[in-house]
């Protein structure tokens, strides 16, 4: 089934990715409303969007009520894993999505899932790193949960959104040399290097029904958003 107009509950739009996904749903008519739930502002504003402050992403049961009638949830919140961890990389990925989707799903049986993850993720779950066990982890968990549809977005590099400044200091330092060159290499090794259109449109299309499958690794993601 392919679901035309989409309703977004937005879990991260303040960071990198979710900067770049938001920006495309904000522009593109197949989203008809946004409700970015976070911790602080994201710092847009438009007539599609309504932000909810909520301190405490590990809990929503108590604005549960303003999560109600949408259809899609883009899930693009995360950290590094640079000096982190299992324990607290895990209870900040794999519990808060738990949290999240837990909520959501029964608020809104008809919604799609769609979640941002990394290029290499482990769907064994019993892999040498660290960030892509949990990462796996968390994109199971997801996969095995009765939501409309559920679509891994496992990223590679991305070129952010005009404006957007990173508040990790980690990201600031690497992107700042390589800031200027992102939109070339995008145009050169697009299945490696994606934009925020393109990005924006995969999670677009994943969450009305149109992906190709659920896993969608860099060169899907770019195939899917493209166009």
Known sequence: M???????????????????????SLENPAVSAVLAVGRAPCGRQHPKLT???????????????????YNACFYTA?????GMNEADYTRIIYGMTKAVAEVLLPLNPDMAMVFVSGMRSDSTEKGKVMWARVKGKT???????????????RLAGLVPAKGFRSKTFLYRILYAP??????????LFPNAVTTPRILGRAFIRSAQGRAPKQILEPADIHALGAY
């Open 51 to 69: 932000e909810l402050i909520h301190p405490n992403l590990f809990d929503l049961k108590p604005v549960a009520e303003r999560l109600k009638g």
């Open 78 to 82: 995360g950290v590094t894993s640079a």
């Open 139 to 153: 994109e199971n968990l997801l996969l095995s949960m009765p939501f409309r549809s559920v679509t891994i977005i």
């Open 178 to 187: 390589l800031g200027p060159v992102l939109p070339l290499l995008a145009r």
């Open 2 to 24: 392919i679901v035309e107009d989409l309703k977004v509950v937005f879990i991260g739009a303040g960071g990198m990715v979710g900067a770049a996904v938001l920006q495309e």
